[in-house]
């Protein structure tokens, strides 16, 4: 799914891959002297390093006219380029089929690497490095595997050096969808894996070729395969390797060539020396990433999460910590929803005999705060926050909820007096609601006032991407002193998007919050309260905010606090104010009175929290609404 930047950016990669790899392999077999396990290390290598892939072949291999191939590809860096190709073209697929199947089998990241490191060693030597030395030297399969096992050693050692920290960081950095074979990103880190494996490979294979250890570019003319073809026809085998190789000498334009042997004057210890370093810079690449990030993490543990910037994660954080805090996936979403809808709307029970029947379903929607800001949510009935469930005290009621969440959840009723198992904590008093479940939650309603519903699984998550709403309970006897000529209910939260993407609002690394809403919308897209002179208004602050406290405060004269967390105040504990802190999971009735005309606030007085992304529109943001009073 295309929803960042990079994923248009290796759209755009693959496609100059595909170009570049079809290139490639029109022109070997077309136009190139050379052996075809040459042609297919080109060919394999472009598939992995795409444009950079045709760059090197066009400068160092492309016969540029007729006839010149062999003189062209004589400098010793072409020489280093060819025996890497070869080197990498057997490495990098093995490398790649194991990363691809330990991904898909769900190991570990660094079992991953491990057995990245044997398949890449083992198809390179067994297939690509062995057999090309076959059919460019002639020899029993096994002596060749033999031959070329310890410059395979090297080369593969400082290949895997290069790719392994590339792999490492990459696809356990903050977007992890780089652990998942099904995601573009996951082969876009490949590709540059091995072109950062081709480029710590190549100086060694300098080395090797100038040592005489492996083999470097080569031509191999039509018409000689042809006399090739006639000799062996005509030949006993003995004599037929004899001429084989003769004619591989002349066109190779080497003259120490004895047998099977490339002489080559190396020593042992210049031989032990390099291959100590090999194996130095291979376990630096291999070991220096754990230092970093967790490579006990498997790419199921992660399940592609993208993580927001500057959350902290280091090698111990778990995956489970990651999940909580990873992005909501834009391919969940459901639903998408404009200004023209609204949350905190009322559910009108069913009625079943004498309980009201109240139907609540979770699923993920793309919900508008702003003129073209969404944020993507977790949503009851496809609102933020969830409907406003009106009850009366002493009623009856059912409360279905049936979770379309990708995770499980659960339903608290905060406040009310209720019997355990219908309380809602998951995994303690009930088990928690899998995807695609309905859990019957049945109460007799006792108490009257001001309550909320939120999710009690995965809260910090959860309730953080909008699953609350308001439960307004009504007194069976209804108190004058409480009633006002408008009443108004305000739930606060905090939300954090950044770079089109919705992360859990939370107070830790990464998880500050950048937008803040009343009632699922940012000033100047909150409601406006219309009233006149000497009109009062019942407000309803809900803390449904999951990690922040918001001194709320409303301008033109104080307010009476009326009743705290649902309780009614008694006559003599009411007091005046004009800013209430509404703590997470506080709720504060206030009546305000109307006394001169004009636009009155009500806001946090958090500065911050009155910004949308850190910008006034109109005179602030966020946490803002205007009473608006007529004389
Ligand atoms: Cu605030």
Known sequence: MLIQPIDYFLVVWFVLVAASTAYVAYDQFRNNPEPAVMKWGFVLVTLYTGPLGLLVYVLADKEPRPGEHEAFIKPLWKQGIG???????????????????????GLPMWIDLIVEYIAGFAFGLFIFQALFMKSMMGGTYWQNVRKSFLPEFISMNFMMAGMAP?????????????MDPLELLFWGVMSLGVIVGFATAYPANIWLVQQRLKHGLMTERKEESAARENVRKAAKPHEQKRTTHARHQ???????????????????????????????????????????????LSARDVAGAM???????????????????????????????GLDARGDSELKPLIDGDTKVFNLETSVVRWTILPGVTVDAYAFNGQVPGPRLQMTEGDKVRINVTNKLPESTSVHWHGLILPNEMDGPAEITQKPIEPGETYRYEFTVRQSGTYFYHSHDHVDRQQALGLYGALVIDQDKPDVSLTADYEYVIMLQEWLKREGLTYPAMPMDGGQPNYFTINGRSYPSTDT?????????KVRFIGS???FIHPMHIHGGPFVVVARDGMTLPLSGRFEADTINVGPGQRYDVIWKALKPGKWLIHCHIGHHTTNNNVETEGGGGLMMILNVTS
């Open 166 to 178: 590339v792999m490492g960081f990459l696809m356990m950095g903050r977007d992890m969808r780089a």
């Open 250 to 296: 002349a066109a190779a334009k080497e003259n120490e060539h004895k047998g099977h042997m490339m002489a080559s004057d190396v020593t042992g210890p210049q031989l032990a020396a390099v291959a100590g370093i090999s194996v130095l810079a291979l376990a630096l690449g291999m070991a220096a990433p754990a230092n970093w990030v967790n490579l006990t």
């Open 545 to 547: 905010s999951n990690g």
């Open 83 to 105: 025996s890497t190709i070869h080197c990498v073209a057997g490495d990098a697929t093995g490398i790649i089929v194991a990363a691809a199947v330990t991904a898909l089998l």
């Open 307 to 337: 993580m927001p910037p500057g959350m902290i994660m280091d090698r111990d954080t778990p995956a489970a910590a990651m999940l909580d805090m990873s992005a909501v996936h834009p391919r969940l979403i459901t639903a998408d929803y």
């Open 529 to 537: 309260v219309q009233m006149r002179v000497g009109e009062t208004v």
